[in-house]
């Protein structure tokens, strides 16, 4: 979409679709699965972790991180990462807001 047109579209549908944008590839979802689960900072092992080489993990990275969904510290000469809680908690009541739209129904309309 270019930029000219995202204004015909509210501040949250905007922010709702960098969201989903961040969260559309594989690779990310399982950084991000690996930030909650070890619920610390973690830097050199998301390469070992993923499997992918350091510069596509770090672009990766840099992706969540332009999301909000993040946070990376400079530690030495490396990067510590972890899981934004304020950001996720946003995120979520984002995407269920978005879900809870739907009206309970009890059979499929088409």
């Not at 509210?10 to 969201?19: F, K, M, S, V």
């Not at 909650?36 to 992918?52: D, M, P, Q, R, Y």
């Not at 990766?60 to 934004?84: F, M, N, P, Q, R």
């Not at 995407?95 to 088409?110: G, R, V």
């Amino acid at each position: 979409m270019g930029i000219t047109k995202s204004q015909l579209f509210t501040r949250e549908q905007n922010d709702l679709a960098a969201i989903a944008k961040a969260f559309a590839h594989p690779a990310k979802i399982a950084i991000l699965q690996h930030l909650l689960k070890a619920n610390t900072c973690i830097n050199s092992h998301l390469v070992k972790e993923t499997g992918l080489a350091q510069p596509t993990v770090s672009r990766h990275l840099k992706d969540l991180k332009d999301a909000g969904l993040i946070d990376g510290t400079i530690e030495g000469t490396s990067v510590c990462y972890c899981i934004s809680p304020a950001r996720w908690n946003e995120v979520k009541a984002l995407f269920n807001e978005l879900f809870d739209q739907l009206p309970q129904m009890q059979s499929h309309c088409c």
